[in-house]
């Protein structure tokens, strides 16, 4: 299948700032995409989520940006803070059930 | 609340020896799946299954069983297990297209 992907492997930021993890995706059909943080030695855990039909939406904290003509999805993380260093990823999702997950951005919060 | 649970956490088993991953969940959500996770190869799915009784294969299925007996277990089992199954494997379950995972299981096939 098509595959998602990430701009930056690694990204540094300092405690307090807002942070700003993007993924492209390649699957015009993409009707549904997921934001996943993942700590240590620990199993994904949900975030965000957006339809297509939608561009953007708000979380706690975080808001999930999606521009459908790039297609193009970011995720920012207001007020970044320690607990927010983790490796993050998109997925997306296109007609069936099945997620295509991107490879991940770590996210490192300098105190 | 226990969600999503998998055990056993960490397994040691030796190339040639069958080993079963457990998975249950309390949400009684219709779709279970099976990941595993590589360093750069990121999540892969193995087997996933939309209901009991029903299987599918993922992207990569081969070494792999699976059986969903009732709604809430999705063992996968490694026939005989070789040295390129060492990974960590994630369970998951989803209502509709949101996946929740478990916390994962490492395993080291040696």
């Known amino acids: 299948g098509e595959s998602v992907g990430l701009h930056l492997p690694t990204l540094s930021v300092q405690e307090g700032d807002n942070s700003i993890i993007n993924c492209a995706y390649s699957?015009?059909?993409?009707?549904?995409f997921i934001w996943y943080k993942q700590e240590s030695g620990k199993g994904p855990q949900f975030i965000i989520d957006?339809?297509?039909?939608?561009d953007k939406r708000q979380g706690q904290r975080v808001t999930v940006l999606l521009n459908k003509t790039v297609k193009h999805l970011s995720l920012q993380i207001a007020a970044t803070q320690p607990g927010d260093s983790a490796v993050y990823f998109c997925?997306?999702?296109?007609?069936?059930?099945?997620?295509?997950f991107g490879g991940g951005t770590r996210l490192m919060v300098k105190p | 609340d226990a969600g999503i649970t998998q055990s056993p956490r960490y397994k040691i088993t030796e190339t040639g020896r069958q080993v079963t991953l457990m998975c249950h969940q309390t949400?009684?959500?219709?779709?279970m799946f099976w990941y595993r996770q590589d360093l750069g190869h990121g999540l892969r799915l193995i087997y996933y299954?939309?209901?009991?009784?029903?299987?599918d294969k993922g992207e990569v299925p081969d070494g792999y069983v699976v059986s969903r007996s009732k709604t809430e277990n999705f063992p996968l089992t490694l026939e005989s297990a070789t040295r390129s199954q060492t990974s960590v494997y994630f369970c998951?379950?989803?209502?509709?297209?949101?996946?929740?995972f478990g916390p994962g299981t490492r395993l080291l096939v040696l």
């Open positions: 997925a997306e999702k296109d007609a069936g059930n099945m997620l295509t």
């Open positions: 699957n015009s059909a993409s009707d549904y």
């Open positions: 957006i339809r297509s039909n939608m």
């Open positions: 949400w009684s959500h219709s779709y």
């Open positions: 299954s939309a209901a009991a009784d029903i299987t």
């Open positions: 998951a379950s989803a209502v509709k297209e949101t996946q929740y």
